[in-house]
């Protein structure tokens, strides 16, 4: 059974802003409709939110996307990494950018599946904490080719409790058809 915020992907019409209602709809491929970008579920989904998303603006005139992760001591990564020493993993961060590239190259109307293929320089300068309360994340777009290779190229960055964090350049995703087929 559909979900009453399920959204027919013919007539997809993009918002500036998603609640997580409508981040889960993504991940069961209910938004952008089936063989296109999805979002992960919870828990590997890294934000609750996403505050603003848009075509234009940003770094480089290319568009942008904000999003928030509320951080609470029970969440799972606390318990496993480290034990005594809790700190969410930097990979998580990391991901959340991707999945953020992701997102945004489905929002366009790009088809296929998401899948990050790397990016160029990355740099921790702290980390979130059992105490932290808020994780703000943006990303900046830099390039979008959507031909027969789609690609988003974006740099990005992370906040806890609004100290910068993590920044990330040349993040890219490329969405694919046949995801199962893309060979290292």
């Not at 802003?17 to 979002?39: D, T, V």
Request: net charge negative; glycine share 10%; proline share 7%.
């Amino acid at each position: 059974m559909n979900s009453p915020l399920a959204l027919d992907p013919m007539r997809f019409t993009p918002k500036s802003s998603y609640a997580y209602e409508e981040l889960i709809e993504c991940g069961h491929g209910r938004l952008f409709g089936p063989g296109n970008a999805r979002l992960p579920l919870p828990p590997m989904l890294m934000f609750d939110r996403i505050t603003e998303i848009s075509a234009t603006g940003g770094a480089f005139d290319k568009g942008f996307l904000t999003a928030e992760f509320d951080i609470r001591p029970d969440l799972w990564f606390f318990a496993c990494h480290f034990e005594s020493d809790p700190v969410m993993p930097g990979c998580l961060g990391l991901d959340s950018l991707w999945q953020m590239l992701g997102f945004f190259l489905g929002w366009t109307g790009a088809p296929g599946s998401g899948r990050a293929l790397g990016l160029a320089q990355l740099k921790f300068t702290g980390q979130i904490l059992p105490e932290t309360k808020r994780v703000d994340y943006r990303i900046d777009i830099k390039r979008v080719i959507n031909r027969r290779l789609v690609l988003g190229v974006a740099d990005g960055e992370v906040r806890a409790d609004g100290e910068r964090i993590y920044q990330a350049s040349d993040l890219q995703v490329g969405l694919f058809e046949n995801p199962n087929s893309i060979r290292a």
